[in-house]
């Protein structure tokens, strides 16, 4: 497997630039430019920073036998924003996301 290759067809998926990418993870633009057009590989810890971004884990990333169900860029933006949220917030959003969802 390519991992350059795979983070690129993930991040494609998602319509998601490389600058889109870089302000939703915290990731410099400039490295992830340099993965994406220079083929330089990620740090373990960048590419966990990368997965989660597109909303996946790196066991998922790595498990080549598991479909991965597409996620949009309002998705992908969605989990990288809620995975920066205090446990009392994530509470919060999580009973607000349940009584909408009941509500359909």
Excluded: H
Excluded at 2 to 27: C, F, P, Q, T, W
Excluded at 46 to 61: A, D, M, P, V, Y
Excluded at 63 to 77: G, I, Q
Aim: glycine share 2%; proline share 3%; aromatic share 6%.
């Amino acid at each position: 497997m390519n991992v350059i290759e795979k983070l690129n067809k993930l991040r494609l998926e998602r319509n998601m630039s490389v600058y889109r990418l870089a302000e939703l993870s915290g990731l410099n633009q400039s490295t992830l430019a340099n993965t994406f057009s220079r083929g330089t590989v990620p740090s373990v810890q960048n590419l966990e920073i990368i997965c989660e971004t597109l909303g996946l884990t790196l066991s998922q990333f790595f498990n080549e036998n598991e479909t991965l169900v597409p996620m949009t860029a309002d998705e992908a933006e969605f989990f990288a924003n809620y995975k920066r949220l205090s446990p009392d917030v994530k509470d919060s959003v999580n009973k607000i996301v349940n009584s909408v969802a009941a509500n359909k």
